[in-house]
């Protein structure tokens, strides 16, 4: 069965980068990945609050440069994967293949040029914006009056990623551009790590069953995020955790509205605090298997949702 993570964020945690995936307080190892059984994992370059690297390109460029050095260290065990047929490949090879995507169009400072490169330097997957509002979109932390959507050079970056055939993300916007973007975009788009509105409705971040249907009709892809808030909602007291049960009722809700091959898992490994009871790294993925098929789902369903439905997804990205 292949296992496809669609989003996490252990480049950021890389300070040492020249070390690999080894830290064992991290959600994300190598070792990890392979207890898992995972075929791919995707590396998000986070870009927002750049006060530690002086500018928004830098910080996307050091956290893509710790990516390839990540792909030194561990070239034993990942390789780098730019279409669905590298990823053949890599797993030919008994490698794990490695998805670099970038989460927060902060990146490109306003230059269209920007998104050409970092295209060039193996991007296959962009997040507009992260929660924060830039000048490509909104975030989902500014609602009501303060949503202004898609901006000019968003629109402008939207076409850019069709051309090029890379996925849009739309994880972390606000519901404005969510729907802005769908009117635009020729290339069906994914949320690579979100959950649902409607089983935790005090979440902004999580995606309403109104997106979720509009997302599977035009042929797009949402992953499942780990975050406890998420899952089961913000202000619960630090004992309460999410479970592995969890996850499950929002796949299941999910696929209920986007269709069931529209849905996956995008973590948000390293990324975020509280993980559910179950999940608490990426060596135990396969839990998730194991209780959709309690649940009597079936196994063509169930791969589908480890992974091959991104694959899918990818691969009418690149045929639209």
């Keep these: 069965m292949r296992i496809v993570d669609t989003h996490n964020d252990a480049l950021l945690r890389l300070r040492c980068p020249e070390q690999g995936l080894t830290d064992p307080a991290r ?35 050091r956290e893509i440069d710790a990516f390839y050095t990540m792909l030194d260290v561990h070239r034993e065990d990942l390789q780098q994967v730019r279409s669905p047929e590298d990823l053949e490949r890599a797993a030919a090879a008994g490698r794990i293949g490695a998805l670099l995507s970038v989460e927060g169009g902060n990146v490109l ?7 050409r490169l970092l295209h060039r330097l193996g991007v296959r997957m962009f997040g507009l914006c992260w929660s924060l509002s830039n000048e490509i979109a909104t975030g989902c932390r500014d609602t009501g009056p303060e949503d202004r959507g898609l901006l000019p050079f968003g ?13 849009v993300d739309l994880s972390h916007a606000s519901d404005r551009t969510f729907w802005q973007v769908l009117e635009i975009a ?30 599977g009709a035009r042929g797009g892809y949402v992953g499942v995020n780990f975050s406890h808030d998420f899952l089961v909602g913000g202000g619960l007291p630090p004992e309460h955790r999410a479970t592995v049960d969890d996850v499950v009722r929002h796949i299941e809700h999910m696929a209920e509205r986007a269709g069931v091959r529209a849905v996956g898992i995008g973590s948000d490994f390293d990324g975020i605090g509280r993980t559910p009871v179950g999940l608490e790294d990426c060596g135990c993925l396969g839990r998730i298997a194991e209780a959709l098929l309690r649940r009597n789902w079936s196994e063509a369903d169930v791969r589908g949702i480890m992974g091959e439905n991104f694959l899918a997804y990818w691969k009418r990205v690149l045929d639209a």
């Excluded at 400072?109 to 998104?115: F, I, P, Y």
């Excluded at 290339?187 to 069953?209: E, G, I, Y």
Aim: aromatic share 4%; charged share 25%.
């Design 109 to 115: 400072e306003g230059d269209l040029h920007v998104l």
């Design 27 to 61: 959600h994300v190892t190598c070792r990890r990945m392979r207890e898992g059984g995972l075929t791919m994992m995707t590396f998000a370059a986070y870009t927002s609050e750049p006060e530690e690297f002086g500018s928004m390109l830098h910080m996307g460029l």
């Design 186 to 215: 020729q290339n069906p788009v994914c949320a690579s790590h979100s959950c649902a509105r409607a089983l935790c409705p005090d979440q902004m971040r999580n995606l309403t069953d109104e997106m979720l249907t509009a997302l």
């Design 155 to 167: 629109r402008e970056v939207v076409r850019e990623c069709d051309r090029l055939r890379m996925m």
